[in-house]
């Protein structure tokens, strides 16, 4: 569905990426892992068309889109679940959900908003409670999955996440990475993970894609990945 065609990007002097390539098979969960600095938050940006590569490309079902703007990829079925989250504390858990779809015109926005909140409320009860709470009272885990239910708004095919792991407790994350699982079960979502939590990671993949100073060292499946013990203990860090 996804693929990255030797990708090399660089800001200024730093070589982010060089010369990197993957494919993310239709309905698979694909983790891309690797210490700070690796290159994995450049990677997605890129994909996400936030950044432009200096040479290489990235295909959405045999579509070019390395140079498309951020809108048109996110109508091709696209959607970015930054690091940080991106979450609007100031505004209510409800606004922040219909801030998913507000630049699309009013007919779609109509169509996506009614359908989608009752979707986003099913998967995640704690923020259907929560609706009419300004986004700042929530926890990082409910945070967390804000700023997915405010991605799944879009109706996405494939979902790009940054590092949602990030800060949260062990049993935390394992509740949003077994909503990833579902969300590919039911629906067939198709899933780029960013994480540098590689062992939970690699418990939710398919496949598992190693960066190391913005270079595939290593590309598996995730059940491989796992066992290889030189590859974590290099780069993976259990
Ligand atoms: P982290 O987990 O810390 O986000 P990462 O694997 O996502 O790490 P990137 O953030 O993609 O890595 O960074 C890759 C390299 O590019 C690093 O050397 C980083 O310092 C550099 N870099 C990232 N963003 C910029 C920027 N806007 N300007 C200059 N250098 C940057």
Do not use: C
């Amino acid at each position: 569905m996804l693929e990255v065609r030797e990708l090399a990007v660089s800001y200024g002097m730093v070589r982010a990426l060089d010369e990197v390539s993957l494919t993310v098979d239709q309905g698979s969960i694909t983790a891309v892992l690797g210490a700070n600095g690796a290159g994995k938050t450049t990677l997605l940006r890129t994909v996400n068309g936030l950044v432009r590569p200096r040479s290489g490309s990235v295909l959405l079902d045999g579509t070019d889109i390395t140079r498309l703007p951020v809108e048109e990829v996110v109508r091709l079925g696209l959607a970015h679940v930054p690091e940080g989250r991106g979450v609007i504390t100031e505004l209510t858990v409800q606004d922040n959900l219909r801030l998913g779809v507000l630049w699309r015109n009013r007919r779609e926005r109509r169509a996506l908003q009614s359908t989608g909140l009752d979707e986003v409320y099913a998967l995640f009860p704690a923020l259907a409670e929560r609706r009419a709470r300004l986004a700042e009272t929530l926890s990082g885990g409910e945070r967390q999955m804000l700023a997915i239910g405010r991605a799944l708004m879009t109706r996405p095919r494939l979902l790009l996440l940054d590092e949602p792991s990030l800060g949260l407790a062990p049993r935390v994350t394992a509740q949003i990475l077994a909503v990833l699982r579902e969300l590919r079960e039911r629906q067939g979502l198709t899933v780029l993970l960013v994480e540098q939590n590689a062992r939970s990671a690699l418990s939710v993949a398919d496949h598992g894609v190693v960066l190391n100073l913005g270079r595939v060292v290593a590309s598996d499946a995730a059940a491989s990945l796992a066992t290889a013990d030189d590859l974590r203990h290099a780069y993976l860090g259990f």
